[in-house]
Every structure is written in C-alpha cells, then in structure tokens.
C-alpha cells in the first residue's frame, strides 16, 4: 500500500503525513487539481489517496474516483475537526486520522451519489429556497414515502452498511427524535428544491433530485 496525499487548502498537515507524497490543491478542488495525485497514485502498487481537508474535498475526491474509473483507488480522510462524514462513517479526526491514513485497512463501502453525477460522503439537506424555506412536494425512499406536502426541509445521509443511505424530514418527533428511513435510494419531487451537499450549496433549484446507491463501491480506510 503506498499512500499519496492530497492538502487541500489551508487544513494542517499531521506529522504522520509529512514523509510522504504531497500535492496541494484549493480548498475546494475541481477535477484538474487531482492530475498530478492520480498521476502518481498509476504508478504505485496497492494505490491510497489520503484527503486533507473538508467534508465537501473529500465528496470532490471520491466523486473524481467515481467518474475516472478509479474505485480501486482506497481513500483515507484526514479533517481537522468532527465533520458529517466522520460521523456518517465513525471516522477519527486530526492526527489519529493521519496515522490511520498510514497504517489502515480499507473496507468496501456502498456508494451513494445523487443524479448530477456528485457523491455524497456527509450529509445533503434540501429546501425550497436558497434561504432553507420549506420543502414542499413529496419524496420516497424505495417504495417507502418519507413525506407528502410541506416540510422544514429533509435530509440524506450515506451509511457504511447496506442497503446504503437513510432520509428524514426536519421535523423531530415528540418522542425519539427523528424519523429515520434507510434505502438504496430516495426520489424528491417539489417545485423548487435547492440542495446543499456537503456544505456546497446549489444556486439553482431543480424539480427533481435522487441521491442512489452507485453500481459500484468504494474503498474507505480505518483503522486496523
């Protein structure tokens, strides 16, 4: 396994990290700030990609693993702080997850991403304005409707296990908390949905959205 690091933007890089392959890019990156990583990563036996960064570089990783062809490639991620995906995932944080990036085995996980052709690695919300208005239309996960009419909002969340996402609405219940659907996949249908995947926040509404399980997984690294 020979790991190859990505630093993106200004997020600190652990000392575990400092003797290894290292290429910067923004904070956000697009698909050409990953030429020289993947070039690298061809190169080598047992290829690992370690993201420094944020939830939204690490969705931007894998979702350049998905559309190259290179899900082979395992990912580590190393944030400075708690993050969605961390807690989507059970991931450590900081300079534990700098030594697990090292030293790590990676699981194959489900896949979700939405029909944009975008990953998601932490949390998606969705409105219906770009000021987090309410929801209106109606959304399934499988077969199963999750909500009809109007809604603060709802949520998708990737889990490491099968059948690979769960939704809910944002509207907690008297009793225990959230209404928790899981699936393989979930539809929305609203006038105006604006969606807001790992912190990125679309500028433009869409009639319809699905975030599904891909046809292939990926490979995720933890501790050993």
Known sequence: MTPVVLKCGDAPLPLALRSLDVFNAPTLPEKDDFDEAFAKLETVEQP???????????????????????????LAYVPEERT??????GLRTGSKAATTA????ARQLPLIR????????????????????????????????LFSGTVPGMRVVPIPE????????????????HRWLSGRAVQLGSPSA??????????RGVKRSTFYRHDQDWLLVYDS
């Open 48 to 74: 690992r990609l370690v993201v420094v960064g944020d939830d939204a570089a690490f969705a931007a990783a894998l979702t350049r693993l998905m559309r190259t062809e290179r899900l082979h490639v395992e």
């Open 84 to 89: 969605d995906a961390t807690h989507a995932y």
């Open 102 to 105: 090292v030293s790590g085995t």
């Open 114 to 145: 939405d029909d944009a052709g975008i990953a998601l690695v932490g949390e998606a919300r969705v409105h219906g304005s770009e000021h987090d208005g309410e929801l209106i239309g109606e959304a399934y996960v499988d077969e199963k409707r």
């Open 162 to 177: 099968l059948p690979g996402l769960r939704a809910t609405i944002d509207k907690r219940r008297w009793f225990g908390g």
């Open 194 to 203: 604006f969606l807001t995947r790992d912190g990125i926040r679309t500028t």
